[in-house]
Nanobody, 124 residues
Framework: QVQTVESGGGLVQPGGSLRLSCAAS????????TGWFRQAPGKERERVSC????????YYADSVKGRFTISRDNAKNTVNLQMNSLTPDDTAIYYC?????????????????WGQGTQVTVSS
């Protein structure tokens, strides 16, 4: 069965950190670009980060640059998102998805194999 599963979310205080993981089964994540998206209540889904296949070039939304880091662990068939210096604005459900191609795009319709998401809540 082809699927992705996100994990690592939770409740954290402002300034804290979380590490999200996207695990794939039924296909190899590194064969495609992989994106992390988030959706907060009442807001549209936005891509926060992405990593290309192969070269591993990475992309970040301006709102998370310098705080989030995306990386691959090919041995585990996972893509991770290290999130530091979290703020309440980072509160959302975070999803990972595999691109239909090898290069990152901001267009969510170009991604497939969406997971169920993991909730991240930043609050004191």
């Amino acid at each position: 069965q082809v699927q992705t599963v996100e994990s690592g979310g939770g409740l954290v205080q402002p300034g804290g950190s979380l590490r999200l993981s996207c695990a794939a089964s039924g296909f190899t994540l590194d064969a495609y670009a992989t994106g992390w998206f988030r959706q907060a209540p009442g807001k549209e889904r936005e891509r926060v980060s992405c990593i290309n296949r192969g070269t591993g070039a990475t992309y970040y939304a301006d709102s998370v640059k310098g705080r989030f880091t995306i990386s691959r662990d090919n041995a585990k068939n996972t893509v991770n998102l290290q999130m530091n210096s979290l703020t309440p604005d980072d509160t959302a459900i975070y999803y990972c998805a595999s691109s239909r191609g090898t290069f990152c795009t901001v267009d969510a319709s170009q991604y497939r194999y969406w997971g169920q998401g993991t909730q991240v809540t930043v609050s004191s």
